[in-house]
């Protein structure tokens, strides 16, 4: 069902409100002019929809090239800014996550107010300065400031993705399009897999400077296509423009002033996380997962370099593995999913949310296994090969975990998903920037043997609570209602 800029009445069942206004006018109703309406984001053609997708999975690359690209040439970094703490490497990579944690808090309310196109433009041509700022940095701190900037920008198409394809996509085939835009397209698939390489063969040759001078140039093309292509597909915000255009906007929005939409807007993800216990164990959990990610790419320097002896480039070459998982899991989750909800209406005569969340399971699994299988190898000091190949399984488990929490939340929240999608990403930021900081002294004490099998049992120790959403999510969503 479209979602309409008023409703005459409460919500349906499993509808969220929007909230373009705050009251309900029963008045004057702004709806789409039948279901086959043009207009409508759900009515669009194919191409349009594949091309918007694109943008924004285009938009998230940027993040991605500006982040793949960096990581092997940390140490270069380190020596040339004279610096000797040893948390700092880590830091460096890992920090961007800060700007990445809150970029959706501020930005996807606003998307809720204004508008998809707005915040997207904004966000590409702050993540443009941000690019060039990492690029002509003179010290640490300020690449550490520079790169906080570019994730609270880069932040913002992983959030609003979520929200445009709920804007245009049925519910049987988000999970694919979901699965496409989790990994940023096949264009940010292959960034993940050539960038760590390129990066690393570009530091030897070009400088580490040269990684961000790529990544303002990537982010520049981005950001001219998109004010030429991209197209607004917030139903509320075009239901509003319709509005204006019947002459009646004014009489719908008295009642509510934009500090009032504002503030509302804002302070919708507190609620989603105080009282909605689903989303808060759902994204705790993903920020968890999120953040071995970060254990992984922020090992791999030492790993290689001091233990196995690999040069820039050749360490660039190891993340290739959990390229290849992110790949497996982009490439099968996303439709897997997609099946499974059409087969629950067909035998059931509906779905719910919570049939999204089976391949958690195997996610959860997927990463406990693919710890113990790196930190192991990676502490007898087998052939290089086999922690790459553990790397494969954890990066499958990161994946799956995260396509299919963002799934539940758009399936969910609908209208409301990019503020939904924002919690995650605030979760898995806040995770991802902090806890790999312990990994210098964790696996200095413990090892990489132990210290990834804690790791992977603290995953263990999580995994019964996705088991007890599954079988309950749907009775304590409907015991915890929220008022959006």
Same mark, same amino acid.
């Given at each position: ?167 245009? &996509?049925? +519910?049987?085939?988000? !999970?694919? *399009?979901?699965?496409? /835009? ?8 292959? #960034? $993940? ?121 050749? &360490?660039? +070459?190891?993340?290739? !593995?959990? *390229?290849?998982?992110? /790949? ?8 897997? #999913? $997609? ?146």
């Amino acid at each position: 069902m479209s979602p309409q800029f008023e409703h005459a009445g409460p919500p349906k069942e499993g509808e969220i409100a929007v909230s373009p206004t705050a009251s309900d006018i029963s008045n004057h109703i702004v709806d789409w002019d039948g279901d086959d309406d043009p207009a409508n984001p759900m009515n669009w053609s194919k191409a349009r929809k594949i091309t918007i997708i694109a943008l924004v999975s285009f938009a998230s690359c940027n993040d991605a090239v500006a982040s793949s690209l960096f990581a092997p040439s940390v140490p270069g970094i380190m020596e040339e800014f004279h610096e000797t703490n040893p948390a700092i490497s880590p830091f460096l990579i890992s920090v961007h996550t800060i700007g990445f944690a809150t970029g959706p808090v501020f930005f996807s309310p606003l998307s809720e107010i204004y508008g998809r196109c707005p915040i997207l433009y904004a966000s590409n041509v702050l993540s443009f300065v941000a690019a060039i700022l990492c690029a002509v940095s003179v010290d640490i701190p300020m690449l550490a400031i520079a790169r906080i900037i570019l994730g609270f920008a880069g932040s913002v198409p992983f959030v609003l993705g979520g929200g445009v394809i709920a804007d245009m &996509i049925p +519910l049987e085939r988000r !999970g694919r *399009s979901i699965a496409l /835009l989790s990994t940023g397209t096949l264009l940010h698939v292959l #960034t $993940d897999w050539a960038g760590p390489v390129l990066g690393g063969y570009m530091a030897l040759g070009a400088g580490w400077r040269w990684t961000f001078w790529l990544a303002t140039i990537t982010i520049g093309c981005c950001t001219v296509l998109s004010f030429v292509l991209l197209r607004e597909t917030y139903a509320p915000v075009l239901l509003k423009k319709k509005a204006w255009r019947l002459g009646i906007a004014k009489e719908l929005i008295n009642s509510e002033t934009t500090g009032q939409a504002l503030r509302k807007a804002f302070t919708r993800s507190i609620k989603l996380v105080f009282q909605t216990p689903i989303v808060a164990i759902l994204t705790v959990y993903n920020g968890i997962s999120y953040a071995y990610f970060y254990f992984l790419i922020t090992t791999f320097p030492s790993l290689y370099g001091e233990l196995y002896g690999f040069n820039t480039g050749e &360490i660039g +070459l190891t993340y290739l !593995g959990i *390229s290849a998982g992110f /790949l497996v899991g982009q490439l099968t989750i996303g439709p897997f #999913t $997609d099946w499974y909800i059409k087969r629950q209406k067909t035998v059931h005569g509906k779905a719910q949310p919570e049939d999204r969340l089976p391949p958690m399971v195997l996610g959860h699994i997927a990463l406990a296994v693919g710890m113990f299988w790196y930190g192991w190898s990676a502490q007898v000091r087998t052939h290089w090969i086999v922690p790459i190949l553990g790397s494969v399984v954890v990066s499958l488990g990161i994946i799956v975990n995260a396509i299919v929490v963002v799934a539940y939340l758009v399936d969910t929240f609908t209208v409301y998903a990019a503020s939904a999608v924002a919690i995650n990403n605030l979760f898995k930021a806040t995770f991802g920037a902090f806890l790999p900081m312990t990994g210098p002294s964790m696996y200095g004490r413990l090892g990489y043997g132990w210290g990834n099998t804690t790791l992977g049992l603290i995953v263990l120790v999580l995994t019964p609570t996705t088991l007890l959403v599954m079988k309950y999510g749907e009775k304590i969503r409907h015991r915890y209602p929220v008022d959006l």
